[in-house]
């Protein structure tokens, strides 16, 4: 029987930006998180197994921070696979800054947890 792990995890670019310039700026953190959690092999580096399935939501936004607003990308993760798995938070950090469009955003910080599967 298989059991699904889902995780949310969210990147906080601690960048705020303009009417203008938000459409690049968002497509940008989409792509880098696209990039990231739809290689097969790259998720099975951040739990360890390899899955049966994975599917992931995405959704980029500007949100409240202390210091006014920042961009905020967030994920919602899927994994199917014989048993329940871990997600690896500071390989993915490491996965994320590596990516060249990390340099954007300097102070970026992320953030993970566990959360109930919501079939």
């Known amino acids: 029987m298989s059991e699904v792990s889902s995780y949310f995890v969210a990147v906080h670019t601690g960048v705020d ?18 990039h990231i959690l739809s290689s097969r092999e790259t998720v099975s580096s951040l739990i360890g197994v390899d899955p049966e399935s994975v599917t992931s939501e995405i959704e980029v936004s500007l ?19 014989s048993m329940k798995v871990k997600f690896d938070k500071p390989q993915f950090s490491k996965l994320v800054k590596a990516m060249p469009d990390a340099q954007l955003w300097p102070a970026m910080k992320i953030a993970k947890k566990q959360v109930p599967y919501d079939a």
């Open 17 to 34: 930006y303009t009417l203008d310039e938000y459409d690049t700026a968002a497509g940008k953190l989409v792509a880098l998180l696209t």
């Open 63 to 81: 949100e409240p921070s202390k210091d006014g607003r920042e961009l905020v990308g967030k994920a919602v993760i899927d994994v199917m696979c």
